[in-house]
């Protein structure tokens, strides 16, 4: 058996919870897991013993040591000091919601907020972890004013529903576009009116609805069942390509959507 290591900032003499990760052991203050994590208070009442000493510590798989850092650095860090680059916050965002800690969540989601991240880039990102679609009206505006056409690239990074949205609503600004003045585009529509179309589009005239939605899929995810190594049923994404037909489909709306 390979040779255990302390890690040298999160093994806290004062800690009463023990986890293995990778080939560090972390001692840290049990309270924050049960305050914060459904996950983490159900995986403790199945192994009430577990984590008590260093032979006994919860290990964590299908995490690294070091993004298991960020996690704590959340807790541990000085007050204020959470300006930090958006791998840090994209990081946090996945593990606070594979174990749900919904508030953290929410902080990693504020953070994000703040920081410039390309429109495909913040669609994805938000469609995974299906946070609240209405903080993704700026990037739906940006591709929707774009004067450039989607590209197959981009294309596959998005599901095909929300390009079929994106293409309708660019279709829709230039047409708005177009009967004031012959030959404007869907980047000559006016910032309301544009917002206007994406809201009926994606169907975004209720935030109660999308909110519902978020706390319908917590709930849901609560009813998973944890285990000690960090994994919980329901939680594993689904792999596998888009079939033919949506790879036409795909095609079809990248080069018809300029």
Known sequence: MSRMNCHPQYYLRDGNITFHVERTLFRVHRHFFERESLFFLQAFARAPQGGTTDTSAFRLDEVTAADFTKILWVWYSPRGSLSEPKEHWLTILELSTKWQFLDMQKLAIDELEKLDIEPIEKITTYDKYKIDKLLLLPAYKLLCKRTTRITDEEGEQLKVPTLLRIFEARERARSAAE????????????????????????????????????????????????????????????????????????????????
């Open 179 to 258: 009967g004031r003045r012959a030959g404007q585009t869907s980047a000559d529509a006016g910032d309301e009116e544009l917002e206007n179309i994406l809201i009926d589009v994606f169907q975004l005239n209720s935030r109660a609805t999308n909110q519902q939605g978020t706390q319908s899929q917590a709930r849901s995810d609560a009813t998973s069942t944890p285990n000690v190594n960090g994994a919980a049923n329901g939680h594993r994404p689904a792999s596998g390509s888009g079939s033919v037909s949506e790879k036409t489909l795909l095609e079809t709306v990248c080069h018809r959507a300029d």
